[in-house]
């Protein structure tokens, strides 16, 4: 229970540093990737304020023996570059540009009844229910393609 508590706390800090920032505004996200015109650099000190207080959070972190609600720590290990990486940054990248919200913006917007934040977060779940189905389909399909890769081998065997 602890942890569920634990989560909560740390997703109430967030949404209120979101909010506070102004990263909940999607004119303030389109005014900082708006370079040609009337560029707002605010956001630019937000995101690198959150990267200086991650970085010395996770060293601090990392130092411990353990963390306090489980046994080891969950550190993701891969750092190749595939091709869905690529392609969901770019459709990450060009959804915040063309909406100004990103995922967790997005959420906490929905508590002020922000219209435009219900109609993207609708659009998020229908891309990542999209995506599993495509996902699912993909891996069927390798599957068969496995399968028959072996049925050939074994009967040119026989």
């Known amino acids: 229970m602890r942890p ?3 989560a909560f706390g740390v997703g109430v800090v967030m949404a209120l540093g979101l909010g506070l920032a102004g990263m909940t505004l999607p004119e303030k996200i389109v005014g900082f990737l708006d370079v ?6 605010s956001l630019a000190f937000v995101l690198l304020s959150a990267v ?5 959070i996770f060293r601090l972190t990392m130092r411990r023996p ?4 489980d046994e080891t720590f969950s550190v993701p290990m891969r750092r190749d570059i595939t091709g869905s990486l690529v392609v969901g940054s770019l459709i990450f990248g060009a959804g915040w540009g063309i909406t100004g919200l990103c995922p967790a913006p997005a959420l906490v917007s929905l508590t002020a009844g922000n219209v435009s934040a219900l109609v993207f977060v609708a659009a998020m779940f229908g891309g990542m229910f999209a995506f599993r ?23 040119e065997q026989v």
């Open 36 to 41: 040609t015109g009337k560029w707002d650099p």
């Open 133 to 155: 189905i495509f996902d699912n389909y993909r891996a069927r399909a390798a599957e068969r393609a496995a399968t028959r890769r072996l049925i050939e081998v074994t009967s």
């Open 66 to 69: 353990k963390p306090v609600f």
């Open 4 to 6: 569920l508590f634990s």
């Open 52 to 56: 200086v207080v991650y970085g010395v």
